[in-house]
């Protein structure tokens, strides 16, 4: 009976009463997050995670409509939707300071040229690399920015469209805020 009210405690992030070590074990940690720049264009952006330790293991989708001035001349209407699973590692115990992070990123997109006569879809793989810094915003709450770069890996990278041929760029920089919710 001991040992089960030991792990419920540590499921629920607490130490357990009575418990025989002076140091509780560290206990693994979830939340969620959201993302402000795909709300921002109209889309939307929700991750979820479990962490123990300086480690965190994220996943998440995310809807992107880019700003045309994002997308080379020519082109508009270039909309994204990711998958993305990530690895987190901190500098500092406690959720707080300076992450980085890596992982695949799974991309389905849609672009039409400036005429809008046909929708072209294409699909693609990136290696995705983060970095951004935890600022705690009391208990259970915190702002991340975070800056990225991602490297296009694998899938489509020429498009035809109407007359005209998208080609993905190899890099793709991306910065944010992310606002999360951990327990």
């Known amino acids: 009976m001991k040992h089960f009210i030991f792990s419920l405690a540590l499921a629920f992030g607490g130490a357990a009463a009575g418990a025989q070590t002076t140091t509780p074990p560290p ?8 993302d402000a720049l795909p709300y921002a264009t109209g889309g939307y952006f929700v991750a979820g995670w479990a962490g123990k330790g300086l480690w965190r293991f994220r996943a998440l989708t995310a809807a992107v409509n880019k700003p045309d001035w994002t997308t080379r001349s020519g082109f508009s209407k270039h909309h994204v939707t990711a998958y993305a699973v990530l690895v987190d590692r901190f500098l500092r115990p ?5 992450w980085s992070g890596a992982g695949p990123v799974y991309l389905k997109s849609s672009i039409q040229t400036d005429l809008h006569l046909q929708k072209a879809r294409f699909e693609h793989w990136l290696l995705n690399g983060s970095l951004g810094y935890h600022l705690p915003l009391g208990r259970h709450f915190y702002l991340s920015p975070w ?8 899938g489509d990278h020429d498009v035809p469209v109407d007359d005209k ?6 890099l793709n920089p991306e910065a944010s805020l992310k606002l999360g919710l951990f327990f």
């Open 27 to 34: 206990s693994v940690q979830v939340g969620v997050e959201i």
């Open 94 to 98: 406690g959720w707080k300071g300076w």
């Open 147 to 154: 800056a990225g770069m991602s490297l296009r890996v694998a």
């Open 165 to 170: 041929m998208y080609t993905l760029p190899l």
